[in-house]
Every structure is written in structure tokens, then in C-alpha cells.
């Protein structure tokens, strides 16, 4: 089985410290505050409705019994049933995991799905663990959040260092709980167990559509459009072969242990065929260089595909691209958002560029409900449709408002919860 990663640590300075949250709040208070709402709707909205700690006990194969700590937040479900992935990683926090399900909240609102957001952790390192433990952890984590999870409550995902095998495990564990079968319990399952077509490509669609829409926008084409992608995983990969598909020069990745650059373009097709289960294959080449050095290097888009933070006040003025996508959640911190808008530099914001999974995923929930399932074709359709309305909605309430993509982002996100909230007769906006 393999896990899709890239990051299991946070190495090479690519991370300051997690202000995830913090960040989080700050930008939300913006948009509040361009909306002119009352101060009640940034103090509602700042943090989860609900927060769940739990300790799981799983026993190792060497006999002995570990205790590990997830998490489970839920933002707001004035929308819909929450909606978030679940990730294993040793570095996740409270603070990350609070941060991520306001983000999935404006996710969900900014292309419209009857969600709010979620999301969950356990602080693990799936490299050090065989698959017996990592399907004892998964069980353990669903026994533990079983009370306030399920198909009409909150619906869980894959995430980071997490996948279809996990969700799998995970789907029959809630099963035995609850003694039926329900498969809109979690989205990103295998297909054979009621997983959608296109939903482990989903996020890197969506990356690329945006992308698209970018061009367009500028007029720029992407044959031959030079492009760093920072990230090796799931969604990086995938997005490097689309792209070196249509033309485009993928001209540098990036795993754990370095970066790749060629001026030239890289061979795609040989790296996928030779990177390991992890990701990692820039370990094969004498001529790797740094994470930190890759993202300084020429070029036209630059996409961050891997960890928070890895765009801050101290490289913002040294990077050489013009526009930046985000595919990972938080890459860029907001001291450097404002020097990268004093450069011009345009970026596409993470709640944006990176929702094709959490669409597809909706697709998959709407599939399992109806107990009819779609072809890859249409649910690609779909998805460009939905990217497509949302880019251009967020571009325009930039224009707007006169402010930059995140912010419009965060205005056209935090519009739904605030309405969703009124109606319901919690807040006065």
C-alpha cells in the first residue's frame, strides 16, 4: 500500500512556525469586516462549532500497546453536514486541525456545496508503522469519533499521508458500529466499495483547471509554460503528468529529500516510473538541490504542492515566477502574500485552486446516496464546471472589492456561512 506523501517532516527552514490558525483568523476578520458585518459573525466563525481530542490505544506488532492522540474539529455545519479529510503526520496540532476545517467551511462555500467544513488528524509517522498498525490506528480512530461522524453528520476524506485503503478500513469499522452498511459515511474509498471514478485525481484536476482559467486570463498558453511543482505526492504527480501532456516544460519537483531543475523540462514519465512509494525519487540523481533553492529558481508558475508555510517573508523576494498556484493547504503565509502583491505576483489561493477534491468527494457522497454512479467523463465534466464558476466568481468579487484572490476567496466563503447562519436564527448579519 502505498501512502501518498511527500513530507514527513519539516526540514531545509521550508517552515516557520504554524500560525495556521491564527492566519486563518486574521484573514477571516478582513473579510468580515470588507462584508461590514457585526462583530458576532467573526467571533462565531474564528473557531469550531466542536472539537473532539482522543487518545487511541493500538497495539504494535512487537506486543507492546501505544497511545496515540487524534483530533477531530468541526467548523461549522450551519450549511450541511461537515465535510473534511483526515491526515497522519507527526506534526499535526489542535491549531492545524482547527485552522484546516475553517478553510474546508470557505471551501465548501466558495463552490457551493451543502457542506461545512472539518477535519481530523492523528499524530502519527505511517513510515515507521506496518500496514497491521496503520489499520488497528485507523479502526482505533473511527471507534473513538464515531458519535458525532456519519453520512447526515460529518463525512471524512483522505488527506495527508492518508488514502482509499485507509478510508476503506475506516468504512468498516463504522459499519460494524452501526451494524448497516453506509458508504456516504467517508468519501476517497476504492471503487469496488462505493468510490467515485476520478476522486483520487480530483484535487490535481482541479489545480490544473484553474491553471486554465489563469491562462486565459492572460492570455498565456500552456504549451511550454515553465513550471515548478513543490510536491511529489498524490497530487503533485499527477498534476506534473497532465501538465507535461499538454506541453507544458515541468521544469523542477521536489520529495522530502530535494528538488530536481532542468531549464529544459524534466522527463516526467521516467520520474513517476522510478519515484518510490513515498513520493521520493530525487535521491536517484547526484545533481539534486535544495526544497529552498527549487522554489528560488526561474520560472513562469510556481505551484506548492506539499506543506504550510513553505512561502514566507524571508524567500517572498527571491522567488522568479510570476504566478503562483496553490495547490497545498496554507503554503503562503500572509506576511508573504503582501510582499508577492507588491511584486505582482499573482496567487491563486489554496480554498480555491486545491477544491477539486473536496468536490469530487461531494460527487462521491451524491453517488453513494443515490446508489448510482457516474463515468470518469462526467464526473470530470462536472468538476471543471464547478472550478470553472468558482475561479470566476472569486476573480470577480476581487475586482469587486479592489482586493487580491485570497481575500476575495475568503469574502465569497464566508458570505455562505454568515447567510446559512442568519436564516437559522444563530447570528443577526
Not at 527571491?318 to 503565509?333: K, Q, R
Request: net charge negative; aromatic share 8%; glycine share 10%.
Amino acid at each position: 500500500m502505498a501512502i501518498d506523501s511527500l513530507d514527513l517532516k519539516k526540514s531545509e527552514g521550508l517552515m516557520e512556525k504554524d500560525n495556521s490558525l491564527t492566519e486563518f483568523q486574521e484573514t477571516l476578520r478582513e473579510a468580515a469586516g470588507i462584508l461590514n458585518y457585526p462583530p458576532q459573525v467573526f467571533e462565531f466563525l474564528k473557531k469550531p462549532m466542536r472539537f473532539l481530542e482522543v487518545s487511541i490505544p493500538v497495539r504494535m506488532d512487537n506486543g507492546k500497546t501505544e497511545i496515540f492522540q487524534g483530533y477531530r474539529a468541526q467548523h461549522n455545519d450551519a450549511s450541511g453536514p461537515t465535510k473534511g479529510g483526515i491526515r497522519f503526520h507527526p506534526d499535526v496540532t489542535p491549531e492545524e486541525v482547527k485552522a484546516l476545517a475553517g478553510w474546508m467551511s470557505l471551501k465548501c462555500g466558495i463552490t457551493g456545496l451543502p457542506y461545512g467544513g472539518a477535519k481530523g488528524g492523528i499524530v502519527c509517522d505511517p513510515r515507521k508503522m506496518s500496514l497491521d498498525e496503520l489499520e488497528r490506528l485507523s479502526r482505533g480512530y473511527v471507534r473513538a469519533v464515531s458519535q458525532i461522524v456519519g453520512p447526515t453528520k460529518d463525512i471524512p476524506a483522505p488527506d495527508m499521508y492518508t488514502n482509499s485503503q485507509i478510508m476503506a478500513w475506516m468504512l468498516d469499522e463504522y459499519d460494524h458500529i452501526r451494524e448497516f452498511d453506509s458508504p456516504g459515511f467517508i468519501t476517497g474509498k476504492p471503487i469496488a466499495l462505493g468510490g467515485s471514478k476520478g476522486r483520487e485525481t480530483a484535487t490535481s484536476k482541479g489545480v490544473l483547471y484553474t491553471l486554465e482559467m489563469v491562462c486565459e486570463l492572460k492570455k498565456l498558453s500552456l504549451k511550454n509554460l515553465r513550471v515548478i511543482i513543490q510536491g511529489f505526492g498524490n497530487v503533485g504527480s499527477y498534476l506534473a503528468k497532465y501538465l507535461y501532456d499538454l506541453g507544458a516544460k515541468v521544469v523542477g519537483i521536489s520529495d522530502v529529500l530535494g528538488g530536481l531543475y532542468d531549464e529544459n523540462g524534466l522527463d516526467i514519465p521516467y520520474l513517476l516510473e522510478n519515484r518510490d512509494s513515498f513520493g521520493i525519487v530525487s535521491n536517484r540523481f547526484k545533481n539534486s538541490i535544495t526544497n529552498q533553492k527549487l522554489l528560488e529558481k526561474e520560472c513562469d508558475v510556481l505551484i506548492p504542492a506539499a506543506i504550510s508555510g513553505v512561502i514566507h517573508k524571508q524567500n517572498a523576494s527571491s522567488l522568479s515566477c510570476s504566478i503562483i498556484i496553490e495547490a497545498a493547504n496554507g503554503p503562503t503565509t500572509k506576511e508573504a502574500l503582501k510582499i508577492l502583491d507588491e511584486r505582482e505576483i499573482l496567487v491563486v489561493p489554496d480554498i480555491l485552486a486545491n477544491s477539486g477534491g473536496v468536490i469530487v468527494s461531494y460527487f462521491e457522497w451524491c453517488q453513494n446516496n443515490q446508489g448510482y454512479y457516474w463515468t470518469e467523463d462526467t464526473v470530470d465534466e462536472r468538476l471543471k464546471e464547478k472550478i470553472i464558476e468558482s475561479f470566476l466568481n472569486v476573480f470577480n468579487t476581487s475586482k469587486q472589492h479592489g482586493v487580491n484572490l485570497k481575500i476575495a476567496a475568503y469574502i465569497e466563503g464566508i458570505q455562505k456561512l454568515a447567510e446559512a447562519s442568519r436564516l437559522r436564527g444563530w447570528l443577526k448579519c
